[in-house]
């Protein structure tokens, strides 16, 4: 997780405390051909339009409510990290505005995402939007065949193909291809940490049903990736909910997912 500064010169006002250690990992990483103007208005554009919104996190085994951005914060962060040898101004962007589209209500388009930030990061936020549900019977219905596009590469890059033929794109295949790992790697550190996170009084039907997502597709995804540091962590988040439903009963959790070792 990001390391929370108490005071630093970088302050501005009317943003957070995680903008800081966003900013500040970024320089961990000697990120210098980040356009810093634009991650910094993206920064303030998610903090003003999830001001509203909150979600429970942990800090030091304590369960809390904390504005939605620090998510967002978070799976850019862990981006940065497993992806930091690829990583793109547009997957930054992408990472930080991956919930726009859906958790705003289809207030902000891919047209508006392509206006700001260009066409990688818009069709790289249209791959990460859940569809609306009109289309389903069941949210459950929409949900797997939303995740099943996640279940490799080759599914990622159909559904560009198809993007692309929806907003007459003109894609060329290396951008396809950082487009597919773009989204790949940003959907797996989303779940990384939406598991990680769950409250200890979830819904265990829900619970269950997003474990069984992640085994089903994000694994097999992250397997391919040939990321370790990225497959342990999602691994790690799978063995802790596993406790939690099997009553603290690690044996069984860590024979259940050893063979992703």
Sequence with gaps: MLDLPHQHPLSIE????????????LSDYDIKYLKSDEILQTCIDIEKNHEDRERFTIDRDT???EKYHTHLYEVAFRYLQYWWEYITH?????????????DLKWKITFQDINKENGVIAAVCVEILTKPKTQKWQTKEERDDEYFSIFSSIKCLLEKIEEISNRYGLNLDN??????????AVIKICDRIHNLLTMPEDYNEEKRERKMRQTEDYLMPLALSLWLPELRDKL???????????????????????????
């Design 14 to 25: 009317g943003l957070s405390e995680y903008w800081i250690a966003f900013i500040d990992a």
């Design 63 to 65: 369960w809390k409510k």
């Design 90 to 102: 547009a997957g930054l962007v992408s990472a930080l505005r991956h919930d726009d589209v859906e």
């Design 174 to 183: 290396e951008q396809k291809m950082t487009i597919a790992h773009t989204a």
């Design 235 to 261: 691994v790690k988040a799978l063995i802790k909910n596993e406790r939690h439903k099997n009553k603290n009963k690690t044996g069984h959790a860590l024979i259940r997912y050893k063979r992703y070792n």
